[in-house]
């Protein structure tokens, strides 16, 4: 299978750079696949989702993405995240912790809404359930 070079960056550090043999992420507009000789695109991620890039070995790397953009040039992929943590960074218990509490709060509001945006990309990230 044919590989694309893809580039995880977050706003304060790349994480991951390598070969793969797919993305898979979320988008505002759904879910994209990118595979080698995908058209060029841009797209905005959509937050409290994991995007996931298989690599050439088949190991498959979980991400949970807060915020930012997909991209995709004949060079490769980028994902360019405000923020962001690959799976072996996550504490599950600490992630579901924050999932139980932010949806038991009760409350509308924004910070609310990012923690539990958060705390879900964490847990798809690492493959537990929401």
Same mark, same amino acid.
């Not at 043999?21 to 060029?40: E, K, N």
């Given at each position: 299978m044919a590989e694309i070079q893809v580039h995880l960056v977050a706003v304060e550090r790349e994480l991951w750079s390598g070969q793969? #043999? $797919?993305? !898979?992420?979320?988008?505002?507009? *759904?879910?994209? *696949?990118?595979?080698? *000789?995908? +058209?060029? $695109? $841009?797209? #905005? $991620? @959509?937050? *409290?989702?994991?995007? @996931?890039? !298989?690599?050439? +070995?088949?190991?498959?790397l979980g991400v949970a993405v807060h915020g930012g953009f997909l991209s995709v040039t004949k060079e490769g992929v980028s994902i360019l995240a405000e923020d962001a943590q690959l799976s072996d960074e996550i504490d599950v218990t600490k992630a579901r912790a924050a999932y139980e509490r932010a949806r038991s709060s009760g409350g509308d509001s924004a910070d609310t809404e990012a923690d539990l945006r958060r705390a879900q990309a964490q847990l798809l990230a690492t493959g537990n359930e929401i």
């Open positions: 793969a #043999q $797919l993305v !898979v992420a979320r988008t505002v507009d *759904g879910d994209i *696949g990118v595979m080698a *000789g995908h +058209s060029p $695109l $841009l797209a #905005q $991620l @959509r937050e *409290g989702y994991a995007a @996931r890039i !298989v690599e050439p +070995s088949g190991n498959v």
